[in-house]
């Protein structure tokens, strides 16, 4: 045990450098706190440090995806609709001359314990390297992808070729020219990559298991002047993006159902959302489509209806675009493309449906299924992440009395609004499980829930207390909401990571909170009424 008056005191360590981490550093310490962020990476960035496959790109559109701070946005410039990972990456260092972030950030720093302690109302947390802190306040702002999910192929570490997950890419990148690329996965990252190999390799096998349900993205080249234009609206836009119904500034459902108009306005309303491109047509058509069967059906036949148009092999057409659909749609994520359903009208694309030929083992050589040898050069790993909880459990987590973590969450997560658990006072996570997450724009929420945590700190501070923690019975009210909404959409309709149904073995409920508004309205409540559900102290 490191001597106590040794260790670094701060008022809040944040674990994350991604958006969350970033707006809540900046925000504490303009409030006079002092805290720091520690973060794995080797720069700021979180998700768009470690997610640096080739295609890798944003799915919301500019300028929903950034910060909302004047001196931030006046002289930053996108040069795309949908920028890439090193515009991304760019950004972060723009950020940071502006904000002078990394100050206050220990990179290379991953961290695997935190310890409440009682006596102090504190937290000890400690770094892989042995580096560790003692903290009022533990905001682990870790997003909902820190943890990559990698399945346990027999033979997967035998393979000769370079073999990686999307999420921990070699920062040096992989050369896929003239090899033959095998994906397996085929989600937002796998779409992105398959793309990619598309472009070059001499041969790309995609195994998929699920058709991905994938939008048109309408990617296009932003200038200068036509940003400079639009930025007179941004405070407008910004503030429409927070404080509005979808935490994008642009995508506004019709409120009617898709059922109650006649069939030329419904295809009217659903032409126009494919026309936007990006998610218009997943979150900006009729407002029903996401809990009401016959509307998602109506979504979904005029989805099938596009994408088949665009493949030429009848056979491929049905395995990508299948007549019955595989899931409600949207009920889980859907993927932006840009020339997705090309690559397979190209004679040097296999697809390889693992629902007929499941993937038996990996060779040396490739990707044995049940009836062939694949041979590859290099093989990616699309699939997905042990989203939400992952990056949770994966460290020692232990509040009051030694309780952990990951046991406390065994049979479910249980929190308060998504910020804070029972047992662990002090803990306050930003953009984590039961808070609308994956159903929020990433900037937003950093915004909209950044600030909440920053309030309800300097109220804290102003009182003197020391100690706040989410109570057992504001828990259980939260879970049964949780339910409420998972029972009221078509969400859990899906083998989605929404609902941690993609990974054996994980508990499958709803992850995540669908509804941006009327989560934001309960967080309001409840600090307008000094914190109910919290017990202060
Ligand atoms: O992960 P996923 P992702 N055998 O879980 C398949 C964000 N993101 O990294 O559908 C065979 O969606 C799995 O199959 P199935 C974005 O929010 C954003 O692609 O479970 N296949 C699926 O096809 C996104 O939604 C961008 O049947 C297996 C794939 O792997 C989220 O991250 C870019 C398998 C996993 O898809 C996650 O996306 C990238 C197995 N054992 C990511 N296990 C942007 O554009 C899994 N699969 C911003």
């Known amino acids: 045990m490191v001597d106590k008056a040794e260790t670094e005191w701060l008022d809040a360590l944040i674990v994350g450098a991604g958006f969350n981490g970033v707006y809540q550093l900046h925000r504490l310490r303009q409030e006079g706190f002092k805290a720091r962020i520690f973060d794995a ?4 960035g979180g998700i768009w440090y470690w997610n640096c496959y080739p295609g890798a790109r944003v799915d919301s559109h500019v300028p929903n995806y950034e910060f909302s701070i004047p001196e931030v946005w006046r002289d930053w410039t996108w040069s795309e609709r949908f920028p890439s990972w090193q515009e991304l ?4 260092r723009h950020v940071d001359r502006k904000l002078d972030i ?23 947390i400690r770094a892989e390297d042995g580096y560790q802190v003692r903290a009022r306040f533990f905001i682990p702002c870790l997003g909902f992808a820190a943890q990559a999910y990698v399945p346990d192929y027999p033979g997967l570490e035998t393979f000769a070729g370079p073999c990686h997950h999307t999420a921990r890419w070699p920062q040096h990148g992989v050369d896929l020219a003239g090899k033959r690329v095998g994906v397996i996965g085929t989600g937002a990252s796998g779409v992105q990559v398959i793309q990619e190999a598309g472009r070059v390799a001499s041969h790309t096998t995609v195994f998929q298991r699920t058709p991905m349900l994938a939008l048109p993205m309408r990617q296009r080249r932003l200038d200068a002047a036509e940003q400079a234009k639009m930025k007179q609206e941004y405070p407008a836009i910004f503030d429409q993006r927070n404080h509005g119904p979808t935490s994008f500034y642009d995508l506004v459902p019709d409120p009617r159902s898709a059922m109650e108009v006649s069939e030329e306005e419904r295809l009217a309303v659903f032409e126009d959302a494919w026309q936007k491109g990006g998610f218009h047509f997943w979150a900006g058509t009729f407002a029903d489509v996401l809990y009401n069967e016959a509307s998602n059906r109506e979504a979904y036949r005029f989805w099938r209806y596009k994408t088949r148009a665009r493949i030429k092999d ?30 397979f009208n190209q004679h040097n694309t296999t697809l390889v449906d693992l629902r007929e030929e499941p993937i038996e083992e990996i060779t040396p050589r490739g990707v044995r299924t049940a009836s062939a040898l694949h041979e590859l050069d290099v ?8 989203a939400g909880t992952g990056g949770f459990t994966r460290m020692d987590v232990r509040g009051v009395d030694g309780r952990r973590l990951r046991d406390y969450w065994a049979d479910g997560v249980r929190t308060h609004l998504g910020y804070g658990v029972p047992g662990f006072p002090n803990m306050l996570m930003l953009y984590g499980p039961q808070s609308p997450t994956a159903f ?11 600030e909440w945590v920053v309030d309800c700190l300097r109220r804290l501070r102003s009182q003197g207390r020391t100690r706040i923690e989410a109570t057992e019975e504001a828990a259980n009210a939260w879970v049964k909401h949780m339910h409420d909404l998972e029972e009221m959409t078509l969400l859990s309709r899906a083998d989605s990571w929404y609902m941690g149904a993609n990974v054996p073995g994980k508990r499958r409920e709803l992850l995540f909170h669908p509804g941006v508004r009327i989560y934001l309205d309960h967080c309001d409540t409840c600090a307008k009424n000094s914190y109910e559900g919290f017990r202060i102290g």
């Open 41 to 44: 990476g080797r720069e700021l």
């Open 89 to 92: 990456r760019a950004y972060f």
């Open 102 to 124: 990394s100050r206050d950030v220990r990179f290379n720093t991953r961290v695997t314990e935190a310890r409440f302690d009682a006596e102090q109302d504190e937290w000890l």
């Open 314 to 343: 009848p056979a491929l057409a049905e395995k990508l675009a299948p007549t019955e659909p595989p899931h409600p749609f949207g009920a889980k994520r859907p993927s932006l493309e840009q020339w997705y359903y090309e690559v």
């Open 379 to 386: 093989l990616v790993l699309a699939t997905g992440f042990d």
């Open 440 to 450: 929020c724009n990433g900037p937003t929420c950093a915004e909209v829930q950044g």
